[in-house]
């Protein structure tokens, strides 16, 4: 098995991370996206936002939401790293 490289681990662990402690506030960025807290790594943040897994919204807010993308992504990541989803 291929080992992966820590910055990538990072990157793949946070979107997982953010998947697995979502939550739905409903209409907050003009559709009904699942949302996450901020608290992880703001580079890491940042590079999710530019590739339109999550979007940040107002920098200054303290959660993101996940587009379907980042979900989709989580999911296939779920699956890779052999982790169950919340049924």
């Known amino acids: 098995m291929n ?5 990538k681990a990072i990157k793949e662990l946070t979107i997982m991370l953010m998947y697995l402690t979502r939550f739905n506030e409903g209409d907050r960025f003009g559709s009904n996206f699942d949302m996450a807290w901020k608290g992880y790594d703001f580079d890491i943040i940042n590079e999710l936002d530019e590739e ?3 979007r940040q919204g107002s920098h200054r807010s303290k ?3 996940i587009t379907e993308e980042g ?6 990541l779920l699956h ?8």
Request: charged fraction near 35%; glycine fraction near 0%.
């Open 80 to 87: 890779k790293y052999n982790v169950l989803d919340w049924k």
């Open 63 to 65: 959660s993101v939401a």
């Open 3 to 7: 080992k992966t490289n820590p910055e």
């Open 52 to 54: 339109d897994y999550i």
């Open 71 to 76: 979900i989709k992504l989580a999911k296939e």
